[in-house]
């Protein structure tokens, strides 16, 4: 089935410990995004990337990296993780950027970071 | 600063009918989405309005109304699948998205 896959599903997570959160298209959409979603809050944008081989800071990129290898993959990493990244995290994608263009969501990874 | 404003809660009854309003300020304007998220699930596409008007899709129907930076998600005939929450999305200037905090809609009998 097409569509976008997020690994994993959730993760219990030391304080201080690197974790990547993996993310898979097969829709060939050239646009990726990640974000998290925290209660009472909007969606928040952490990073994009409007093509392979590119990528932009979102709203609130501190603490996370991003890298577009391939028009498939779209990796986000925590390098040194803290609990306020505890959260749920959606990887999506979109077949451009323009402004007509629905964003396909990942299942979500939930987050705890203890 | 750009916003997107929703009520965060809402209650109605089955086979009823129900109306979620969104108000924006934004750098720009490119279109405003509305998603429907399950709780647990991930958000999924409901509809695209760029122009002022009403756009009907079945059961749905969404409205905008640019000048007012004003949008309404309306929801007919409620069935107890569409108790979610409703995300009210705006793309702004730079064809970013600003995501609405959500309206959790619970459908009673």
């Known amino acids: 089935i097409a569509g976008i896959t997020q690994a994993p599903t959730s993760q219990i997570l030391a304080a201080g410990r690197r974790m990547t959160l993996r993310c898979t298209q097969d829709m060939r959409h050239n646009a990726m995004y990640w974000y998290r979603q925290d209660l009472g809050l909007g969606l928040r944008l952490i990073h994009y990337?409007?093509?392979?081989?590119?990528?932009g800071k979102g709203e609130v990129p501190d603490g996370y990296s991003v890298s577009r290898a391939n028009t498939d993959d779209f990796p986000l990493t925590l390098a040194s993780a803290v609990p306020s990244q505890t959260s749920v995290y959606f990887c999506?994608?979109?077949?451009?950027?323009?402004?007509?263009?629905?964003?396909?969501f990942g299942q979500g990874t939930r987050l705890t970071v203890v | 600063g750009q916003n997107i404003d929703q009520p965060t809660e809402m209650t109605a009854t089955e086979g009823a009918i129900v109306q979620i309003n969104c108000t924006y300020q934004?750098?720009?304007?490119?279109?405003l989405f509305w998603y429907q998220q399950h709780a647990g699930e991930a958000p999924t596409f409901l509809s695209y309005n760029v122009l002022d008007g009403l756009e009907e899709k079945g059961r749905f129907s969404s409205f905008l109304s640019r000048s007012k930076g004003y949008s309404y998600l309306l929801l007919k005939e409620l069935q107890m699948k569409d108790s979610a929450s409703y995300l009210c999305a705006c793309m702004d200037s730079n064809y970013q998205l600003i995501w609405g905090a959500g309206t959790k809609l619970i459908i009673k009998p």
């Open positions: 990337s409007n093509t392979a081989g590119t990528t």
């Open positions: 999506a994608s979109s077949d451009g950027t323009g402004g007509n263009s629905e964003a396909f």
């Open positions: 934004t750098s720009g304007f490119n279109g």
